[in-house]
């Protein structure tokens, strides 16, 4: 797992409220597995403008995360990019999309997304 990533901490509607202050663009990734020893990404994902926010969708359907802030949206979409490619998460049936309106290309496979 990228050691840049925090957590990894249950995906829960508090923790994440108390993990994650900032409102802030950021990239993360979700586990399901009961097995609290390793963690098993299944899913990537990003926020735009807000990483709190986003996790907030995902309660209930993962039982762990892990993110990181980014300073910027496409700084957030390149780090989707790279844990998409690193990863290989089964719930991501699709490269990364980038925000309409941008020319922002895939660090790995140069992918307008």
């Not at 990483?51 to 892990?66: A, D, E, P």
């Not at 699709?94 to 496979?109: D, E, L, N, S, Y």
Request: net charge negative; glycine share 6%.
């Amino acid at each position: 797992m990228p050691n840049s990533l925090r957590g990894p901490l249950a995906l829960k509607d508090h923790v994440i409220d108390e993990e994650i202050s900032q409102e802030s663009p950021g990239a993360y990734v979700l586990e399901e597995s009961r097995d609290l020893v390793s963690f098993h990404v299944a899913y990537v994902g990003r926020s735009d403008r807000d990483i709190n926010n986003q996790l907030h969708v995902h309660v209930g359907s993962y039982k762990r995360f892990q993110y990181e802030y980014c300073s910027s949206a496409e700084e957030a979409f390149q780090k989707e990019c790279n844990l998409y490619h690193d990863l290989e998460p089964r719930d991501n049936p699709v490269h990364p999309r980038r925000q309409p309106g941008t020319a922002w290309k895939c660090p790995r496979c140069k992918l307008l997304g």
